[in-house]
C-alpha cells in the first residue's frame, strides 16, 4: 500500500466542496467525512434540549458527548441549521472536542476525504492535497436554494443570499480556525462550473498536487 493519500477541501457555504468531496472519496476508494455534520450535530443538541445556542459550556459538553449515529439525522441538513453550526463553531472548546475525532478519522491507512473550514489549516495540515473551493455568493445562494426546494424546504432566494453572507462573514471572522484557504492551498472557483466540470478540474489538481 503507498503513502496515504489525505485530501483537504475547505470552503465557504454551498460552494460545492461536500459534493467534489463525496465524488473524490469515491473515485479514489476513500473514506469522506463532512466535517460540517459535527458543528451541525452540536447545535441540534443544544436545541433538542431546549438550551441556548449561547451557552458555551453546554456546547462544549455537547461537542464532547458527540456519537456517529447522531450524524444521520436528516434535520443536520436544514437550512436553519447551517446558521445554528456557525454560532456554535466559534467557541473553542467545541472545536478542540471535535478537532481529534476528525485527526482520527484523517489519519486511517489508505488516507480520508475531509471537507469543511478549517481542514488545511488546522484539522490536516500535512495533507497531500488541499483545495479551496469558492463560488460567488449569489450563485452559491443559487445552488442552495435549488438544493432547498429540492427537499420541500422553501425559501425566498434573498433571505438565503442574506444567510450566505452573513455565515461567510461570521467564518471568517472568528478567532478560532476561522475560514480561509491553507497559504499551500490551490483555489477552485467554480462560480462559471457545473458540477461535472468542477469535478474533472478537481480530480485533475488532486492527481497533480498529490503526484498520483
Ligand atoms: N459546480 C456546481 N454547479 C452547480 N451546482 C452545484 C455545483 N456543485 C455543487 N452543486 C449543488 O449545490 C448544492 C450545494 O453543494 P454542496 O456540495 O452541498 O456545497 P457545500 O458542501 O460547499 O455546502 C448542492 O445541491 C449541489 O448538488
Ligand atoms: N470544519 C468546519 C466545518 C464546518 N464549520 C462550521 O459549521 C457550519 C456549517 O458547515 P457546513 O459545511 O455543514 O455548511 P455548508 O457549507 O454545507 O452550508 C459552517 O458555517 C461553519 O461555521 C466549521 O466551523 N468548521
Known amino acids: 500500500m503507498g503513502a496515504p493519500l489525505v485530501i483537504a477541501i475547505d470552503g465557504p457555504a454551498a460552494s460545492g466542496k461536500g459534493t467534489l468531496a463525496k465524488r473524490l472519496a469515491a473515485h479514489f476508494g476513500l473514506p469522506h467525512l463532512d466535517t460540517g455534520l459535527l458543528y451541525r450535530a452540536v447545535a441540534l443538541a443544544l436545541i433538542d434540549a ?73 484539522v490536516c495540515p500535512d ?18 436554494h435549488r438544493e432547498l426546494a429540492g427537499r420541500g424546504e422553501a425559501a425566498a432566494p434573498e433571505a438565503i443570499l442574506a444567510d450566505i453572507r452573513a455565515r461567510d462573514a461570521r467564518d471568517s ?6 475560514l480561509k484557504a491553507a ?25 497533480r498536487l498529490g503526484s498520483l
Open 50 to 122: 431546549g438550551t441556548d445556542l449561547g451557552d458555551e459550556a453546554a456546547a462544549a459538553r455537547a461537542a464532547a458527548a458527540l456519537s456517529a449515529e447522531g450524524l444521520n439525522d436528516p434535520r443536520l441538513r436544514e437550512r436553519a441549521m447551517g446558521e445554528a453550526a456557525s454560532r456554535v463553531s466559534s467557541v473553542p472548546q467545541v472545536r478542540a472536542a471535535l478537532l481529534s475525532w476528525q485527526q482520527r478519522f484523517a489519519g486511517g491507512p489508505e488516507g480520508a476525504v475531509l471537507d469543511g473550514r478549517d481542514i488545511g489549516t488546522v
Open 127 to 144: 495533507a497531500r492535497v488541499k483545495l479551496f473551493i469558492t463560488a460567488t455568493p449569489e450563485e452559491r445562494a443559487r445552488r442552495r
Open 173 to 178: 471572522s472568528r478567532t478560532a480556525a476561522p
Open 183 to 207: 497559504a499551500d492551498a490551490v483555489v477552485l472557483d467554480t462560480t462559471d462550473l457545473d458540477a461535472d466540470a468542477a469535478f474533472a478540474e478537481a480530480l485533475a489538481l488532486v492527481i
